[in-house]
C-alpha cells in the first residue's frame, strides 16, 4: 500500500525547498490536467475533502518549484509523472482505495 503520510521529495536544484504537500495531494494537482485520470480525481476529492482551488493552488506551487514543466503559452506539460518509479495512475487507484476503506472504517465505529 502506498503511504498516505509520505510527502514529496525535494527537487535536486531546490535543495532548501522541504515540501509538506503530501503525495495524495501532489498527484490530485497533477492529475488535474489527465483526462484519462478525471474520474479518479473526482473520486478522490470526494473521498478526501480536497476543494479544486486547493489542488490548483498547489500545482502552481509545483511548478514554481520545478516538479511540472510549463509551455509558454501555459499549458501543462509532464503530467505523466511517475512517483519514486511507480506509475501515476497505479498510485491513484491505490490511494482511492486505501481511503475509501480509511472512511468506511471510520463510519463503522
Known amino acids: 500500500m502506498v503511504s ?3 510527502t514529496v521529495p525535494r527537487p535536486r536544484h531546490h535543495p532548501k525547498t522541504a515540501l509538506d504537500i503530501p503525495c495524495y495531494v501532489m498527484l490530485l ?3 488535474a490536467d489527465r483526462p484519462d485520470l478525471c474520474t479518479k480525481l473526482t473520486d478522490m476529492s470526494k473521498v478526501m475533502d ?3 482551488s486547493h489542488v490548483q ?3 502552481d506551487r509545483l511548478i ?4 511540472v514543466n510549463k509551455h509558454r503559452d ?4 509532464g503530467m505523466t509523472l511517475t512517483v ?3 506509475a501515476l495512475a497505479v ?3 491505490r490511494l482511492v482505495t486505501e481511503l475509501t476503506i480509511k472512511k468506511y472504517k471510520e463510519k463503522q465505529k
Do not use: D, H
Request: proline fraction near 0%; aromatic fraction near 8%; charged fraction near 25%.
Open 4 to 6: 498516505i503520510a509520505r
Open 29 to 31: 494537482a497533477l492529475m
Open 50 to 52: 480536497v476543494t479544486y
Open 57 to 59: 493552488s498547489i500545482r
Open 64 to 67: 514554481r518549484l520545478g516538479y
Open 74 to 77: 501555459g499549458r501543462n506539460v
Open 84 to 86: 519514486r518509479g511507480k
Open 91 to 93: 498510485i491513484c487507484n
